[in-house]
């Protein structure tokens, strides 16, 4: 099989990543989880399930059927809770498979039924009206057969103080009195910052374990999991008067050392970053000058003038700096980071 080397590097912390997990379960006494959906928010799934696997978890949180068999083989397949739900030509498969389907509507929970029943975790909506069965929705006898191990819910606001919060802790609170499961659940990475009232029996914190910041009180203790690389791919010496990249937005106004780095808007660096974005090589921090392009970024390397063709620069790609300069969510930061970078667990 022809191998070659990648111009861009995904370089992951393990420590980080099962230090802001365990950081998040020690906020409480609830057991912990993780949301490891859309390929380990980008990280790469099997290595974050098996490195937390490892530190102690042993609830894992999907989206699709196909993300929960990308790491059936990693741990045991109850461990796996797939939160989109079934449909009627999945249940065949998912029976196979043994990963617990998340039901999240009054026909999913019949369809489940239907087919035998057994262990399932119930989404209930509380307020966030997306997935989830409503008030409106439960009828007499509808969970009746039921084995519900996990009855969930989903806050839409952990990240402000808004009363929101509360209506939702107190319409969960209702749901539990008239459904039994044998567990509860309702935090996310910022809920467990609202407190032990909102965390039950288990936390489903995403965001956090892979450093992003939701919450003031999570900043000092959440660490940096992501750290960027990018290769050299050509340095050249302009002269003042002369313009970098497309459509010509920059202008050196001295004899400026250029690097053209293997980086662009197709690997998640959004065009938000001309003229902001910043590299750093020896320690030394560099400006990204000129418009961002699809596979390529270039950089004023005036400062560091033994940088050449082949040498590596980090890319500064602070999470949430990095969301507020491009006017999207941290989550948005993560999960956009290309397949072409080499994920480098470290």
Known sequence: MVEFSSPLRLHLNRDALVGNWRFLKSQGNAACGAAVKANGYGLGAREVVTHLRDAGCRDFFVAHWGEALEIANLVPPEWIA???GIDAADIAAVRELGAIPVLNTPKQVALWKESGGEKCHVMVDT???????????ISDGLFSGLDIDILMSHLASADEDGSQNAKQLEQFRRRITSTRANRYSLANSAGVFLGTDYHFDLVRPGLGIYGGVSRPDMAKQIQPVVCLKSRILQTRILNAGDSVGYNATYICQAPTKVATLSIGYADGYLRQWAGHGTVIA?????????????DLVTADITQAPDLAEGDWVDIVYDLKLSAERAGLSQYEMLTNLGSRFQRVWD
Do not use: E
Request: aromatic fraction near 0%; avoid cysteine.
């Open 82 to 84: 797939v939160l989109n």
């Open 127 to 137: 307020g966030i009206n997306r997935l989830g069965i409503g008030p409106g929705q």
């Open 282 to 294: 020896h320690d030394v921090v560099l400006p990204v000058i000129g418009r961002i392009s699809m």
